[in-house]
């Protein structure tokens, strides 16, 4: 089935997005090769220091060892029964799949995308937060001889990865033709009620109340108190402004909430599992009156998605060209 999510809430998949990151890649990766321990070679492998170099730049038999132990925690039995040959290719695919992330870090700077040490910091912090806080997290950083800024960094390249490929999205040509198409096949899809709101997202219920009460006592801007406090990265910075979606799009309980409420009403904490929200409704809008104007964004985004997903590997295949800079490792056993 077609997913129809709205126009604003692709913005609020950039926060949904770097959430899964944080739960998921870090969690199963970052975090269990800092409890592992540090970069010594794993399995007898034999690297040089340098195992490949792009645009000048090294990449590391460090970094290869650090992107393995990440991968090993994959296989239920880690690598201890894995062949020489097997590994050696296991390795040689690491290190191109290093490269690769390197050639799209120097697309980055081309296109001038950037992250902030601001965003980087918060989604630390956010991750902190996953896993017991400040102190256990820093205990455990500390036990696997890993650098906060090394985790750091890793959260900067994932992020600039994700623009890159958005700056990428964004210069798909998209005709009118091709929306007003799309809009006529999947009509049923896109023609529902639907609601327009903001909300502010924190970590416990105690902040939800504390901004509750800076709103209605001390008069502070929804969307004010939203650029301040709210830790979705995908809409704070328009005073937590998601858009129009439809029953379905949010998690069950966003979407009662957002049922119950009256335009310019503000819900009460709303716990999800992704925190505590509060929400502000602004809009409602029903399907009869809707037209193809008031979809098109999306459409047009949509589309952008299903022709980057054809040429993304032109795309990579075109980055990874000989004469890029770098040449395939050597791995021993």
């Not at 006529?184 to 009620?193: G, P, S, T």
């Not at 997202?201 to 009460?213: G, I, K, P, T, Y």
């Amino acid at each position: 089935m077609l997913n129809t999510n709205s126009n604003a809430d692709r913005r609020g998949r950039r926060f949904w997005g770097v959430a899964l990151f944080g739960m998921v890649v870090i969690a199963g990766g970052v975090l269990y090769a800092v409890t592992r321990g540090g970069a010594a070679a794993p399995y007898g492998l034999d690297l040089p220091r340098v195992v490949a170099k792009v645009d000048g730049e090294p990449i590391t038999r460090d970094m290869v060892y650090r992107r393995l132990r990440q991968y090993e925690t994959m296989a239920p039995e880690g690598f201890k029964d894995q062949s020489p040959d097997a590994m050696k290719k296991r390795v040689a695919d690491i290190a191109q799949t290093l490269i690769q992330q390197r050639l799209i870090q120097n697309e980055a700077v081309r296109l001038k995308v950037s992250v902030t040490d601001t965003e980087v910091q918060e989604q630390y912090e956010a991750t902190q937060a996953r896993f017991g806080g400040s102190a256990e997290f820093t205990k455990r950083l500390e036990a696997g001889g890993t650098e906060p800024q090394t985790l750091k960094g890793d959260i900067r390249d994932y992020i600039a990865l994700q623009r890159v490929t958005l700056a990428m999205q964004e210069t798909i040509p998209v005709s009118e033709e091709d929306v007003a198409v799309f809009f006529e096949q999947n009509k049923a899809e896109f023609l529902k009620d639907a609601a327009r709101a903001r909300h502010i997202l924190v970590d416990s219920e105690e902040q939800a109340r504390e901004v509750l009460r800076a709103i209605n006592d001390e008069h502070v801007e929804f969307a004010d108190a939203a650029k301040k406090s709210s830790k979705d990265e995908g809409s704070k910075g328009e005073g937590g402004e998601l858009g129009w979606f439809t029953k379905g799009q949010m998690v069950p309980e966003f979407d009662q909430a957002v049922a119950a409420l009256k335009i310019g009403e503000i819900s009460a904490p709303v716990k999800t599992q992704f925190g505590y929200h509060i929400i502000q409704l602004e809009e409602r809008r029903a399907a009869a009156s809707q037209t193809v104007a008031d979809h098109r964004d999306h459409i047009v985004h949509l589309l952008r998605e299903q022709k980057w997903q054809v040429q993304r590997q032109a795309w990579l295949d075109q980055l990874l060209q000989p004469g890029k800079g770098w040449k395939a490792p050597e791995v021993t056993l």
